[in-house]
Antibody, heavy 121, light 107 residues
């Protein structure tokens, strides 16, 4: 059973960089049929896809965030990361990591429990 | 970018009711459509993928249909544990956008 767990600071100052890590257990991040992604949800609002990365380093970013987003993968530690620079209050949200299974119509079948990030000085 | 539009944004229903939620894509996405259920404080839970395939472990009262641009999620007999917010998502091409959500409330 695949499990994903987000970790990182719960508080980030405005204009600084938000950094989160998602550790994958119960399976390999180097799976050829998996992409690893980030989705966020501001308090009381809907879901926003941020982007995804494959073990090879191939990335896809949401154009609305592309200038501020960097994703990376560490296959030796079976984890992947998100950096979001120059944060503002609009970036305050619960951040989820998830697996996209490309062998089954790109279903997003495994999710972390979410990590709340507050942006405040 | 492909936009996803859900309707209604909220609905009130009783236990045992048949509930239908629709999702429309701004361009054709074949059957690359996921449906999620989300309860407060929890991560989204995959219900349906490929527009109509039930994810393992999901009760059979949930069903999905459609292809191209128009999709439907149906709950055949609403149960107390089904009161939640439902989201559609296109997984055809990036950015893999979600609909705005449909909140199912108790009548």
């Amino acid at each position: 059973q695949l499990q994903l767990q987000e970790s990182g600071p719960g508080l980030v100052k405005p204009s600084e960089t938000l950094s989160l890590t998602c550790t994958v257990s119960g399976g390999s991040i180097s799976s050829t049929t998996s992409y690893w992604g980030w989705i966020r949800q501001p308090p009381g609002k809907g879901l926003e896809w941020i982007g995804s990365i494959k073990y090879s380093g191939t990335t896809y970013y949401n154009p609305s965030l592309q200038s501020r987003v960097t994703m990376s993968v560490d296959t030796s530690k079976n984890r992947f990361s998100l950096d979001l620079s120059s944060v503002t209050a609009a970036d305050m949200a619960v951040y989820y990591c998830a697996r996209r299974d490309v062998s089954a119509w790109s279903r997003f079948d495994y999710w972390g429990q979410g990590s709340l990030v507050t942006v405040s000085s | 970018d492909i936009q996803m539009t859900q309707s209604p944004s909220s609905l009130s229903a009783s236990v045992g009711d048949r509930v239908t939620i629709t999702c429309r894509a701004s361009q054709a996405i074949s059957s690359y459509l996921n449906w999620f259920q989300q309860k407060p404080g929890k991560a989204p839970l995959l219900l349906i993928y490929a527009a109509s395939t039930l994810q393992s472990g999901v009760p059979s009262r949930f069903s999905g249909s459609g292809s191209g641009t128009d999709f439907t999620l149906t709950i055949s007999s609403l149960q107390p544990e089904d009161f939640a917010t439902y989201y559609c998502q296109q997984s055809y091409s990036p950015p893999r956008a979600f609909g705005q959500g449909t909140k199912v409330e108790i009548k």
